[in-house]
């Protein structure tokens, strides 16, 4: 009798949960509401790249798939980037060669990849000073020196649009914050791309280009920021409409 009554009672609570009025977020695309799979390849200038990928791949749906390339000797070749549905890029030294990276990249997107850049692609210190990346059909913000300040900057909340872009959908944004590294970008956004939204003081935080086929997200992977892999994964995503 007593496991009889634990039973209606877990079937009542599941039908009052069902009928309840507020059903949560809607969920991205796809018959169940759940993310597809995706196919990325990390492409970054550092010794721990390997920590990083992994931590992308938790953020990412069941089924993905990703790969890492160090690119502190070599450019991948073409055939080897069109074999991902879309890159993460971020670099903690300079490439081997930044400007033929950056067109590399950019024949990338042109036979349909997709990109994320992460803060030191905006940099003219580690990111791309010529060629075709820096044009404003590809890069969304203008490359700029970075600086020597560790302030704390959390994502400014009125900088958001409602409903929320997609990309920060099961992102901790009322308590995001930009990591403290001893380097920060202040990129500008470059013509014809647009603002996702801002980090406190004023400063770009992330925005899209033209065609929707690169996002950039002015912040630096550290080893525990979990809050930017989930957002550059959810980038990932919208990117190949996944969400």
Known sequence: MKRISILLLMMMVAVMASCSGDD???????????????????????????????????????GSSINYINVIDSIPPMSVLKSFSASIVYHNNAPVDRDAFGDRLADYVDQGGKLVLLQTCMTTSWGFTGGRMIDPAYMPYVTTASSLDATARAIDQSSLTFPLHPIFVGVDVPNYVRSTLTTLSYPTLQAGATSLCMFSGGIEGVAINPNKRIIGINDYPLADDQKLYQLAANCVLYLTGRI
């Open 24 to 62: 949560g977020a809607v969920g991205p695309a796809g018959p169940a509401g759940v993310p597809q799979p995706v196919k990325v390849l990390v492409l970054g200038a550092d010794a721990g790249i390997v920590a990083k990928s992994v931590r992308i791949a938790s953020a990412l749906p069941p």
